[in-house]
């Protein structure tokens, strides 16, 4: 079966999307970054629970809004990480 292909369109929307969804979650949390490598990991890993509970319902909105929490938290565990200031 022959895959359905993105175009440029489809990837400025995501991005879009993306680059809301973090300003939103700025102001909803602050700008304080991740303590540790194993918070990043915590945080990843409670995404990625949340997604498969919502691909579970088969709810794409909850999808959405769940694969944008991790992209974020990917987001701002690679500011942390690159901010040099993690604890361990």
Known sequence: MKRAQA???????????????????RIDKGDHLFAS????????????????????KNDDYEIQCELLDLITASIWGLISLRSKTLDW
């Open 37 to 56: 490598t194993h918070e990043i990991l915590g945080v990843i890993e409670e995404e990625r629970d949340e997604l498969k509970g919502a691909i579970h």
């Open 7 to 25: 175009n440029e369109v489809m990837v400025v929307d995501a991005f879009s999307l993306i680059k809301n969804h973090l300003g939103s979650k």
